[in-house]
Nanobody, 119 residues
Framework: QVQLVESGGGLVQPGGSLRLSCVVS????????MGWYRQAPGKQRELVAV??????NYADSVKGRFTISRDNAKNTVYLQMNSLKPEDTAVYYC??????????????WGQGTQVTVSS
């Protein structure tokens, strides 16, 4: 059973910072891609940032403010969020894609963590 557990969300004032963490546990062979997505009330889930094979990709709305990083030894992905804006308020979800066995893949989501940016 593969599990993704997120932490680090909370309430922060505009201009503040938060760091999200997501740990992948379970019997897996490899993790090919890890990423963060978010969903604001009344909106569709959208990509925030992903990392795969050493490369990263960001949504235009967070470029220059958010940084995604990964600790392969700990099967953990982080999202450092700086200069937060009220429009960053959303539930943030971690996603991981990889190999369960040499022929079976997995694609799992975390339970989500709330980030609220408000004064």
């Amino acid at each position: 059973q593969v599990q993704l557990v997120e932490s680090g969300g909370g309430l922060v004032q505009p201009g503040g910072s938060l760091r999200l963490s997501c740990v992948v546990s379970g019997s897996i062979i490899s993790i090919n891609e890890m990423g963060w997505y978010r969903q604001a009330p009344g909106k569709q889930r959208e990509l925030v940032a992903v990392t795969s094979g050493g490369s990263t990709n960001y949504a235009d709305s967070v470029k220059g403010r958010f940084t995604i990083s990964r600790d392969n030894a700990k099967n953990t992905v982080y999202l450092q969020m700086n200069s937060l804006k009220p429009e960053d308020t959303a539930v943030y979800y971690c996603n991981a894609y990889g190999m369960l066995t040499t022929v079976r893949t997995f694609n799992y989501w975390g339970q989500g963590t709330q980030v609220t940016v408000s004064s």
